[in-house]
């Protein structure tokens, strides 16, 4: 009987423990809220909200593959020398360059601040690398110096920092060839305090205040200075630009007109002129033989043309003349076909005359043309994302 009662009381025991148990409230830790990205549709496609604020961000680039063929003349090919004999030899010119790409975007009481950055980054051969008598030298191919392309801010039409300049940009390129620079119409690179603006029905502008780079760096606390005005219509646009060199205290300046004559054929030609007594006097403690910043054509005079011709969504047709004062030509054209969205192959063909080769002149080879008339062609690959 004892063990009996000692069972029983045992059993009676659990139940009461087991049913205090269940008494008790269980409680099931809340899941921490998951903040998602927010797509942001004020600037276009692809921005998204930075968690925690108010600022859009856009990331982006590209992934270029160039392989160059022919004459140095025209950007295409490469020269090197013989690992065996030491001799010269032509070669492919070759480069891979990877883009990093980001934009930002916030509305404030002084208007939209938005940020631009754009990293690029290098890796092949050069096309010409001389030793210090001027003979081709080795060349091989390797990683480049990183180029922080862009790096600048804009509220409301105020922008500063690392930008091309307007001198370029605002005006716009020569034509879409891959070589739209053998006449050259434009160094780019410059820090910039720009003022962009709006004047409605068309009209638009820009002042800015630069300070070069490279030899046409400024040489004291005067900027080079900028100015452009633009009218855009649904049948083309008029712009033209002019620029005033602080060190070597020079004027130049470019018109442009850009004509869409249909739906798939669009057209532009470019002037450009500028004063260059100054640039020219071998006296000076920099020689830069009659070429700058805003003038880098040979002799005071320069005209570029050409146009696109869309075949379809997909196929595009597009060529470039262009010559300058010191009687050099050149011509460039090309197919660009898009394979598949964001991934584009370019086949090109480039002619380059320079005009003094038998004869010299006081503007340089600014090609580093080895004859006369260069001939060459390059492809390029480009995934864009």
Not at 112 to 137: A, P, W
């Amino acid at each position: 009987m004892n063990i009996k009662s000692l069972l029983l009381g045992s059993a009676a025991t659990l139940i009461a423990v087991s049913g205090a148990r269940a008494a008790d409230a269980v409680v099931v830790a809340e899941p921490e809220p998951a903040e998602y990205v927010k797509i942001c549709d004020v600037y276009g496609a692809g921005y998204f909200y930075i968690p925690g604020t108010e600022t859009c961000l856009r990331i982006g680039g590209y992934i270029r593959y160039d392989a160059g063929v022919g004459d140095i003349g025209t950007f295409d090919g490469a020269k090197t020398t013989d690992v065996q004999n030491g001799s010269e030899n032509s070669t492919w010119f070759k480069n891979t360059r990877f883009t990093l790409k980001t934009w930002t975007g916030q509305e404030t009481e002084l208007g939209t601040l938005k940020t631009y950055t754009e990293t690029r980054f290098n890796f092949g051969d050069k096309n010409l690398v001389t030793d210090g008598r001027g003979n081709v030298d080795s060349n091989p191919a390797a990683n480049k110096p990183v180029d922080l392309h862009f790096a600048w801010i804009q509220l409301g039409g105020l922008r500063v920092g690392k930008d091309e300049t307007p001198y370029d940009a605002f005006i716009g390129y020569a034509g879409n060839v891959i070589q739209d620079t053998i006449i050259p119409y434009g160094i780019k690179d410059t820090n910039v305090v720009s003022y962009y603006f709006d004047a409605g029905s068309g009209f638009s502008g820009v002042v800015s205040l630069e300070e070069g780079s490279g030899a046409n760096t400024i040489d004291s606390y005067v900027p080079h200075v900028v100015g452009g005005l633009k009218y855009k219509a649904d049948w083309g646009a008029i712009t033209g630009v002019v620029a005033y060199d602080s060190n070597y205290e020079e004027a130049a300046g470019k018109v442009r007109l850009d004509v869409n004559v249909t739906k798939e054929l669009s057209l532009f030609v470019m002037g450009g002129y500028g004063t260059d007594n100054n640039l020219t006097d071998p006296t000076n403690a920099v020689n830069a033989h009659g070429r700058s910043q805003y003038k880098p054509w040979g002799g005071n005079w320069a005209v570029w043309g050409g146009g696109t011709y869309k075949f379809n969504a997909k196929t595009a047709f597009n060529v470039q003349a262009s010559a300058d004062d010191d009687k050099n030509i050149a011509l460039a054209a090309n197919v660009a076909y898009t394979i598949v969205s964001g991934f584009t192959i370019t086949t090109e063909v480039d002619w380059d005359h320079f005009g003094h080769f038998d004869d010299g002149t006081p503007f340089g080879n600014f090609t580093k043309a080895d004859k006369k008339d260069s001939v060459g062609g390059i492809v390029r690959f480009q995934r864009n994302f």
